[in-house]
Nanobody
Framework: QVQLVESGGGLVQAGGSLRLACAAS????????MGWFRQAPGKEREFVAG????????YYADSVKGRFTISRDNAMNTVFLQMNSLKPEDTAVYYC??????????????????????WGKGTLVTVSS
C-alpha cells in the first residue's frame, strides 16, 4: 500500500523559508515521478513543482520559479520542497503526489499533473504579512 506523508508545514512570516518533506512507503521510490501541489482556501488545487524519477526533468509553476526548489533523495524515499522568499499568497495546504511508477517521462507540467495518482493528506503552510 502506497503511503505519502508530508511534514514541515507551519506558520512563517513573509520573506521567510520552510522546507517540506514527503516520506514515501510501499513503492519502489526511485521509479516514481513525484510532485508537490497546493490548494489555497476557496481555490482549486494547483501544480507547484515536479521531479522525474531520475531527476532528469524538473518543472515549476511560474508563480514559484526562482523561490522554490524540489529535490529527492532516493535512498531515503523522500522528496523535498525548499520554499524561500515566501509570500502571503503561498498560504495553502501543500500535497505530495506520485505517479504510477514505471519510470515514465512527461513533457510538461500539465502532463505531469494528469499523471499523478497517489496523494498525501497535506501539510498546512501559512505565510503572514
Amino acid at each position: 500500500q502506497v503511503q505519502l506523508v508530508e511534514s514541515g508545514g507551519g506558520l512563517v512570516q513573509a520573506g521567510g523559508s520552510l522546507r517540506l518533506a514527503c516520506a514515501a512507503s510501499g513503492l519502489t521510490f526511485s521509479t516514481y515521478a513525484m510532485g508537490w501541489f497546493r490548494q489555497a482556501p476557496g481555490k482549486e488545487r494547483e501544480f507547484v513543482a515536479g521531479i522525474m524519477w531520475n531527476r532528469g526533468s524538473i518543472y515549476y509553476a511560474d508563480s514559484v520559479k526562482g523561490r522554490f526548489t524540489i529535490s529527492r533523495d532516493n535512498a531515503m524515499n523522500t522528496v523535498f520542497l525548499q520554499m524561500n522568499s515566501l509570500k502571503p499568497e503561498d498560504t495553502a495546504v501543500y500535497y505530495c503526489a506520485a505517479d504510477r511508477g514505471f519510470r515514465k517521462f512527461y513533457s510538461d507540467s500539465d502532463a505531469y499533473t494528469r499523471a499523478m495518482y497517489f496523494w498525501g493528506k497535506g501539510t498546512l503552510v501559512t505565510v503572514s504579512s
